[in-house]
């Protein structure tokens, strides 16, 4: 099982807009946001990273998003440097040219 919100949202209320009586949202930052994964050989119980006291931003754990791919397809069972083909010159795959299993989590 995988889940994700979207990217982070920080706690701190947006500017009110003056077309606006009451602001309705928050801001959204792509440099923190939680996933819970279980199954599929993932270690239970678990948590791995940290985000400072406002959720904005990593300060222990970073896992890289090409690395949570890899993890994914690892447990799916697919090698993803197995997943490569070649296009103008360029190797591709699903995870780029980078992205490893993050042990840790497995």
Wanted: glycine content about 14%; hydrophobic content about 40%.
């Amino acid at each position: 099982m995988v889940w994700g919100g979207e990217f982070g949202r920080t706690p701190l209320a947006q500017t009110l807009r003056p077309d606006r009586e009451a602001d309705t949202g928050r801001a959204h930052h792509p440099d923190a946001f939680p996933m819970l994964l279980a199954g599929g050989g993932v270690r239970g119980g678990l948590t791995l990273g940290r985000a400072d006291d406002l959720g904005m931003r990593v300060v222990d754990g970073r896992v890289e998003l090409h690395d949570l791919h890899a993890t994914l397809l690892h447990c799916l069972g697919l090698d993803p440097k197995r997943l490569t083909f070649r296009h103008q010159g360029r190797d591709f795959r699903l995870t780029d040219v980078a992205g490893r299993a993050v042990e840790a989590m497995l």
